[in-house]
């Protein structure tokens, strides 16, 4: 059963999309504002979530950059193409502008879990003989697993996504900003450390290398 988060003030719309939802066999969660949005994100991830604009506390463009990885249609009274231009290019899967045709939503909502779950079948980073688990968090190599933290897990994966490739320290930091907010330019230090403790037990090579002044690559090592 997929889970469905509304985020709309208007308590009127919120019921009658709950009660559609619920009809074709998802589970709804609700919220009326952005703020009450955010605090049930971070203990709570639907499979993808109905977003309104117009919202007291966060806004709805505010809220946008903080969701992270879960899709997100943005169902709004904003029509503007402008608008809609920048909340896709800004993270949005999807627009529709109310008043909008509930079979019309449906199938929206229908064609986007439909990507997700196909997009969720490739949960593997790999690189050589590392394969990172998104889903599970660890690494593996030669038969062997390891555990990542939520830091160490986020600055590898952004490393073997650019493999071979200088990113900067800043970069990272920025990158990494909305999992792991606590990271700091002296922290990563430690973090990297850690990673490559973990890369060397599980493969006997040195796989991350610092560039004096830049910040850190992946690449293969003997």
């Known amino acids: 059963m997929s889970e469905i988060l509304i985020i709309d003030d208007d308590t009127h719309i919120n019921d009658i999309v709950s009660k559609a939802l619920r009809s074709e066999g998802y589970s709804v ?3 009326y504002s952005g703020t009450e949005a955010l605090l049930l994100l971070n203990n709570y991830r639907p499979d993808l979530i109905l977003l309104d604009l117009m ?5 709805g463009e505010e809220l946008l950059p903080r969701i992270g990885d879960i899709p997100v249609i943005v169902v709004s009274a904003k029509a503007d193409v402008t608008n809609k231009v920048d909340l896709l290019i800004g993270g949005a ?20 879990l439909r990507k997700n779950a196909r997009s969720d079948e490739r949960s593997f980073l790999t690189y050589h003989e590392i394969t990172l688990d998104m889903d599970k968090h660890t690494i593996s190599a ?36 909305l999992d792991t907010p606590d990271c700091t330019e002296d922290s990563l230090k430690s973090h990297i450390y850690n990673l490559r403790k973990k890369l060397k037990a599980l493969t006997g090579k040195e796989y991350i290398s610092s560039v004096w002044g830049i910040g850190f690559m992946l690449t293969e090592k003997s």
Request: no cysteine; aromatic share 4%.
């Open 29 to 31: 969660t609700s919220a």
């Open 55 to 59: 919202l007291p506390g966060l806004s």
């Open 93 to 112: 899967a999807d627009y529709i502008t109310k008043p909008f045709d509930m079979n019309e939503l449906l199938a929206r909502i229908l064609v986007q």
């Open 142 to 177: 030669k038969g062997n697993e390891n555990k990542l933290t939520r830091t160490e897990y986020a600055i590898l994966k952004l490393l073997m996504s650019n493999h071979d490739q200088v990113v900067a320290k800043l970069t990272i930091l920025d990158r990494i900003s």
